[in-house]
């Protein structure tokens, strides 16, 4: 029985991916199961091995990781894609988050952190890197805010797991905490990101953080 974590690396520096590939292979619950250069051949080697994570560059010849994340998450909802990059531009940043990336990691970050952020994502976390936190934030301010309509339309139930994504729950928590089930939770959170015409589980946090919907 394997029940490991499984990650395909998607990076055109060789290097790199060997050096990745070091690190998680140190990491008992964690299995690299491929590696591509390039987005296509990532795409495609996801679509046939159904990793539980993409670890996804963002720049790269060809078919670049910002073209990629959009398919990798409208054709295989179940895997979490993480962007691996050196890029530190706001706009990259908020376009792959939008695009369904659940979370944005520079490549010069600590390890403790990365091998977290793999199993934070797994379970329904999104992560980015501390150094794009404030980044993220004015972005998200930019953005258009969801008219009072839209946050009358939230459940009471809706309106508690926001209140909780804003703490920073991740879906096992959230199931613990309202005693539903992790699927239940995944359509809730679903939901609240619809009808507030929003695009992550980060966008939400902040959301609920600017319009006081957090309970104490």
């Known amino acids: 029985m394997n029940d490991r974590l499984k990650v395909l690396l998607i990076d055109d520096h060789k290097l790199f991916r060997s050096g990745v590939k070091a ?24 679509r046939l091995l159904k990793p539980h994570v993409v670890l996804l560059d963002l720049h790269m010849p060809g078919v670049s990781g910002r073209e990629a994340v959009r398919t990798l998450t409208e054709e295989l909802p179940d895997t979490r894609v993480l962007m691996l990059t050196v890029s530190e531009d706001a706009d990259d940043l908020l376009d792959t988050l939008r695009n369904g990336a659940s979370g944005y990691l520079l490549k010069n970050i600590d390890a403790e952190f990365f091998v ?18 404030g980044k993220l934030v004015a972005g998200l301010k930019r953005e258009p805010e969801a ?25 096992k928590e959230l199931a613990r905490e309202f005693e539903l089930a992790e699927s239940t ?29 957090v309970e104490k």
Request: without cysteine; charged residues 25%; glycine residues 6%.
């Open 23 to 46: 690190l998680l292979s140190r990491q008992a619950d964690i299995e690299v199961v491929g590696e591509a250069a390039d987005g296509l051949d990532g795409v495609k080697q996801a």
């Open 116 to 133: 977290d952020a793999i199993r934070r994502a797994v379970n329904g976390d999104s992560v980015v890197s501390p150094e794009m936190t």
């Open 147 to 171: 008219s009072p309509a839209d946050r009358d339309r939230l459940s009471a139930r809706e309106r508690e797991i926001l209140s909780a994504l804003a703490r920073g729950a991740s879906n």
């Open 185 to 213: 939770v995944k359509i809730h959170v679903q939901h609240i990101l619809r009808k507030l015409n929003l695009h992550s589980r980060v966008q939400a946090a902040v959301y609920a953080v600017e319009h006081g919907l």
